[in-house]
Nanobody, 113 residues
Framework: QVQVVESGGGLVQPGGSLRLSCAASGSGVSIYFMGWYRQAPGKQRELVATITNGGSINSADSVKGRFSISRDNAKTTVYLQMNSLKPEDTAVYYC???????WGQGTQVTVSS
């Protein structure tokens, strides 16, 4: 069974940066992709960015040029570097590893002055 654990959320001022980390652990399971989704209050969960074992990246238009996703060589940890943060980036950020999708518990990111 795979466990997915996020870290790195917090409060940051507009224009600031944060780095999220997510580690997947477990035995006997292969992971093809990892990535990040987010859910703001009153809104549906939406894609932020995902990365496959081969390095293919899929990201939302709203974060292109500001956020970057990367993965370690063991392909069990994924990072989300978030720059030029905006108040509308405020949300709970969830890490996902799959298939099938296994979700972390979420980490709060708040962008506010």
């Amino acid at each position: 069974q795979v466990q997915v654990v996020e870290s790195g959320g917090g409060l940051v001022q507009p224009g600031g940066s944060l780095r999220l980390s997510c580690a997947a652990s477990g035995s006997g399971v292969s992971i093809y992709f990892m990535g990040w989704y987010r859910q703001a209050p009153g809104k549906q969960r939406e894609l932020v960015a995902t990365i496959t074992n081969g390095g293919s990246i899929n990201s939302a238009d709203s974060v292109k040029g500001r956020f970057s996703i990367s993965r370690d060589n063991a392909k069990t940890t994924v990072y989300l570097q978030m720059n030029s943060l905006k108040p509308e980036d405020t949300a709970v950020y969830y890490c996902v590893a799959g298939p099938p999708n296994r979700w972390g518990q979420g980490t709060q990111v708040t962008v506010s002055s």
